[in-house]
Structures are given as structure tokens and as C-alpha cells.
T-cell receptor, first 114, second 111 residues
């Protein structure tokens, strides 16, 4: 247990559904991240939040919508996804977004789009 | 842009032996940080070891050590006295302002 909790652990959704992934950290960190992990590919950084402000959006399709209501919570809202969006979605947090500190990861949400 | 290359999709090692996982990277910066993360079947990524680029001395953490060659942009991980619990995916990462990962190496430990 690294202090970062993701729910749900598994999610199956249809292409017309709307769902949300939740991430919670109580480590006192100021930066939170969403990564997409697909088989045999590098982790893809999707979004970076620092002090609840989005500081990076790596050309992610608009069907993925992040929300950071406070420094402890991060959401990823999903709508009209495609089968190729099936992957493991990892949330992480770090003390700050300067890049010199360790990132702590959650266990991920295994998403399957049918 | 930062890119990280792990040229070994899979590696295997006998228990108690030593194995080295390769990682090369590309960056235009002189100041950055390098990490090795482990992802066991439980899926939770755990930091194994980290190296500051401005430090010449190779980082060590118990049975884990790195060979950091800044000029060659190489950052390999050596695991000594391998244990069954070391079996996992290992990811190399570089960080300047945000963290970028390689595709990973799956390590199998044979009893």
C-alpha cells in the first residue's frame, strides 16, 4: 500500500456509457497524474495536476475528461470510449511536479471497453 | 522531448544469480532524474532506485544498483542475488518536469 487508492479496480463499459475513475491520496502531495498503460507500450502520461491546476494535457482525446476538486482527489471522466481505450489506467502522486521526487502509484483500474 | 528505450522485453534469471536490465534515454537537458520502478502482478508500481543526473556516483539500494553512463545516456539496473519476489515488470523512467517511462522488461526468476 503506497497511499494512493484507485477505484474501481476493474471496469467494463460499453461505448455509449459514461463512467468515472477515482483516485485518492492522503500523502500530502501537491501533484497528481493520470497514466495509460497498454500492453508492450511505454506508460503514456495523460494529465498532470499541480496544486489542483492542470499543467499538462498530452493531446488526450476529449472523451477523457480529468477533474481535480482538491489536492487529495483526482477523477477521470469517461464517455463514448472506443475499444482501443481498453487499458490499465494508473494514478500517481508526488510531492510536486518538478520531477525530482518519487511518484507513488495506485494499483490502477483495468478498463475494458466493449 | 524525452524518450526511454528498454531493449529487453523479457529477461530471465536463476535464483541467487545476477541480472542486468538495460535502459537508454534521450534528453536535451543536463539536469534530470532517472528511476527504476517495479510492477509486480499486484500492478502497483513501486520505486526501486533513483539517480540524480548531476551525481557521478552510481546509486545503490541493497541488492539493487545502477550503472549510470551520462555521456552514453545509459542507465542499467543490476539485481544481485535474485529472489523469487523480484519477478515483475521493471520500468525505467526519466524526469525533468514530468516523468516518462520505457515499455518495460518482464523479469522471470527461476527457482
Amino acid at each position: 500500500e503506497t497511499g494512493v487508492t484507485q477505484t474501481p479496480r476493474h471496469l467494463v463499459m460499453g461505448m455509449t456509457n459514461k463512467k468515472s475513475l477515482k483516485c485518492e491520496q492522503h500523502l500530502g502531495h501537491n501533484a497528481m497524474y493520470w497514466y495509460k498503460q497498454s500492453a508492450k507500450k511505454p506508460l503514456e502520461l495523460m494529465f498532470v495536476y499541480s496544486l489542483e491546476e492542470r499543467v499538462e494535457n498530452n493531446s488526450v482525446p476529449s472523451r477523457f475528461s480529468p477533474e481535480c476538486p482538491n489536492s487529495s482527489h483526482l477523477f477521470l471522466h469517461l464517455h463514448t470510449l472506443q475499444p482501443e481505450d481498453s487499458a490499465l489506467y494508473l494514478c500517481a502522486s508526488s510531492q510536486d511536479s518538478a520531477g525530482n521526487t518519487e511518484a507513488f502509484f495506485g494499483q490502477g483500474t483495468r478498463l475494458t471497453v466493449v | 522531448a524525452q524518450t526511454v528505450t528498454q531493449s529487453q522485453p523479457e529477461m530471465s534469471v536463476q535464483e541467487a544469480e545476477t541480472v542486468t536490465l538495460s535502459c537508454t534515454y534521450d534528453t536535451s537537458e543536463s539536469d534530470y532524474y532517472l528511476f527504476w520502478y517495479k510492477q509486480p502482478p499486484s500492478r502497483q508500481m513501486i520505486l526501486v532506485i533513483r539517480q540524480e543526473a548531476y551525481k557521478q556516483q552510481n546509486a545503490t539500494e541493497n541488492r539493487f544498483s545502477v550503472n549510470f553512463q551520462k555521456a552514453a545516456k545509459s542507465f542499467s539496473l543490476k539485481i544481485s542475488d535474485s529472489q523469487l519476489g523480484d519477478a515483475a515488470m521493471y520500468f525505467c523512467a526519466i524526469s525533468e518536469s514530468d516523468m516518462r517511462f520505457g515499455a518495460g522488461t518482464r523479469l522471470t526468476v527461476k527457482p
